[in-house]
């Protein structure tokens, strides 16, 4: 740790780097030898008075409470690559920087996980790190001139966003290129919102939103995808424009529902109702359709419920009924705050 910050700063070890060191966890499990988990999965024993809907929050809420500082290391680390996780990191290596940009960061962090925008500076920001994240060549090569080598890629990622994020904050523009895509999808389905195009329909009482996006042609990109089912809409514009943690896409008559990333972390800000398990509502409803719905895990960070390209013969009025019955009377499936099974390794 340095001796002339106010606070601590740890140096990044990636897991292929770590040996027997004790080390701090942001945004991931606890591993051998961890001395502090910093993260808002399910499974972390990270201490109730720190915990906070993002890592990145908690992070930040560790390097303010002197009591909870950790000095039997100076390492800190995480298991997977992520802009939350990156976000966290920065907090714990550049403190004094890092708490500078405090807000900003937090933003996007809260873009990287939870696809909601609350500001366009740090949206641009999101997309240009999700950007160098999707592609390691172009962060290693373009901006620090080393090298991936397989097996460590996400290591050689870290290091290398951690040394050019200071850039990208104070200069986003200079990586527009970078973030033209996802910046052009959000804003269509902003405008389609706003115009109409694209109808929102909140059911408070079950925490689900139903989007009708019927009116509009259906686009293939990163952000218009929810676990790979392409839902035809940017997911970050519906997120920025409902807070429902339960959504339900309508395409005419293909139907994608998906349960937020919210309801999978030890969310904290608000009380989200528990997910369900999707697979005996899919059973129900291949006895009544003639397409096959599936249905991903409550335990999986985004349970999503698909039928695919094929047109569902149910009609939506009556589809969104049996939803919000379904949801109302089934038994609660997965809480992040007792984990009844053992959560996914990434998130």
């Known amino acids: 740790m340095t001796r002339d910050s106010r606070f601590p700063a740890y140096r990044y070890l990636g897991l292929d780097e770590l040996g027997d060191q004790r080390h701090i966890v942001v945004d991931g499990a606890p591993r051998p030898n961890s001395a502090m988990v910093l993260s808002h999965w399910p499974i972390s024993p990270t201490p109730t008075t720190l915990w906070r809907d993002l890592s990145a929050e908690i992070a930040y809420a560790y390097l303010r409470d002197e009591a909870s500082w950790d000095r039997s290391t100076d390492v800190v680390t995480n298991d997977h690559l992520d802009?939350?996780?990156?976000?966290?990191?920065?907090?714990?290596?550049?403190?004094?920087?890092?708490?500078?940009?405090?807000?900003?960061?937090?933003?996007?962090?809260?873009?990287?996980?939870?696809?909601?925008?609350?500001?366009?500076?740090?949206?641009?920001?999101?997309?240009?790190?999700?950007?160098?994240?999707?592609?390691?060549?172009?962060?290693?090569v373009d901006l620090v001139d080393s090298a991936v080598t397989p097996g460590r890629a996400a290591t050689v990622s870290y290091r290398a966003l951690l040394a050019v994020l200071q850039r990208i904050i104070e200069s986003p523009e200079r990586y527009e290129s970078l973030t033209s895509g996802p910046r052009l999808s959000f804003l269509v389905t902003m405008d389609d919102l706003v115009s109409g195009k694209i109808r929102l329909e909140e059911h408070r009482e079950s925490d689900l939103c139903v989007v009708d996006a019927s009116k509009v042609s259906s686009t293939h990109n990163a952000s218009n995808t929810v676990e790979g089912v392409p839902i035809g809409v940017d997911s970050y514009a519906l997120h920025s424009s409902t807070s429902a943690s339960r959504i339900l896409v309508c395409q005419g008559r293909r139907f994608i529902y998906y349960d937020r990333y919210e309801t999978w972390v030890r969310f904290v800000s608000k009380q989200h109702p528990l997910r369900r398990d999707l697979g005996v509502f899919a059973q129900q409803l291949n006895r009544d359709d003639q397409v096959e719905w599936t249905a991903g895990h409550p335990s999986t960070l985004v349970p999503v419920l698909h039928h695919g390209a094929s047109e569902s013969t149910?009609?939506?009025?009556?589809?969104?009924?049996?939803?919000?019955?379904?949801?109302?009377?089934?038994?609660?499936?997965?809480?992040?705050?007792?984990?009844?099974?053992?959560?996914?390794?990434s998130g």
């Open 83 to 140: 802009i939350d996780g990156l976000i966290g990191l920065y907090f714990l290596t550049d403190p004094e920087r890092a708490i500078e940009n405090a807000e900003l960061l937090i933003e996007v962090a809260r873009i990287g996980d939870f696809g909601v925008v609350r500001s366009s500076r740090a949206a641009e920001i999101a997309w240009t790190l999700e950007a160098l994240m999707q592609d390691p060549d172009l962060a290693i």
């Open 314 to 345: 149910l009609a939506p009025d009556r589809l969104v009924e049996r939803f919000i019955k379904f949801l109302g009377e089934s038994e609660p499936a997965w809480d992040p705050f007792e984990p009844r099974t053992k959560a996914t390794p």
